[in-house]
T-cell receptor, first 114, second 114 residues
Framework: DAGITQSPRHKVTETGTPVTLRCHQT?????MYWYRQDPGHGLRLIHY???????DKGEVSDGYSVSRSKTEDFLLTLESATSSQTSVYFC?????????????FGDGTRLSIL | GQQLNQSPQSMFIQEGEDVSMNCTSS?????WLWYKQDPGEGPVLLIA???AGELTSNGRLTAQFGITRKDSFLNISASIPSDVGIYFC??????????????WGLGTSLAVNP
């Protein structure tokens, strides 16, 4: 398995509270990604990073922010969680972002917002 | 956002049967990837395809990169109970700047009756 650890694995919180999810990798890969997975929508890219302090938006970035201060850690923050952000969140990494470089996934964080 | 057309949506088969699934797109891709996701886990890469017409095997799995570069197929031979899961296709191509995102299918859910 690729060395990707997501924490927490499960979280239940209330609407309006801030939430931070962490992705930690031991592969020294340059690219890191955050996805959400919802029934009927598949995997949708939230944000990605192509290096320390270098990030960009994906297709569903509204309501989310990210930070990458070290190669190994990529944080996803919901500043004020809403029920529509209840989902399973996956972190992925790739050695480079070049076409042909597969992404490898962590085991996900199941987030419920009440 | 853009998605691939993956079919069938679900399959229920008897152990020992062969399985076929496919993904199509109106766009050309440079890379096709096939992943499998087990319950409670992240997607795991099964096969990566890099060249039009390429046929690649991984054990009982065989995948092909369509000659038009707009489709891909995954076949599983002699299915076994541990083949149960959701299979995703993903296509990758170059976009402007650092954006080399994956486009995902919605998945094929496979159930195997022992």
């Amino acid at each position: 398995d690729a060395g990707i650890t997501q924490s927490p694995r499960h979280k239940v919180t209330e609407t309006g509270t801030p939430v931070t999810l962490r992705c930690h990798q031991t592969e020294n890969h340059r690219y890191m990604y955050w996805y959400r997975q919802d029934p009927g929508h598949g995997l949708r890219l939230i944000h990605y990073s192509y290096g320390v302090k270098d990030t960009d938006k994906g297709e569903v970035s509204d309501g989310y922010s990210v930070s990458r201060s070290k190669t190994e850690d990529f944080l996803l923050t919901l500043e004020s969680a809403t029920s529509s952000q209840t989902s399973v969140y996956f972190c992925a990494i790739s050695e480079t972002g070049e076409v042909g470089q597969p992404q490898h996934f962590g085991d996900g964080t199941r987030l419920s917002i009440l | 956002g853009q998605q691939l057309n993956q079919s069938p949506q679900s399959m229920f088969i008897q152990e020992g049967e062969d399985v076929s699934m496919n993904c199509t797109s109106s766009s050309i891709f440079n890379t096709w990837l096939w992943y499998k996701q087990d319950p409670g886990e992240g997607p795991v890469l099964l096969i990566a395809l890099y060249k039009a017409g390429e046929l690649t095997s991984n054990g009982r799995l065989t995948a092909q990169f369509g000659i038009t570069r707009k489709d891909s197929f995954l076949n599983i031979s002699a299915s076994i109970p541990s083949d149960v899961g959701i299979y995703f296709c993903a296509g990758q191509r170059l976009y402007a700047g650092n954006n080399r995102k994956l486009i995902w299918g919605l998945g094929t859910s496979l159930a195997v009756n022992p």
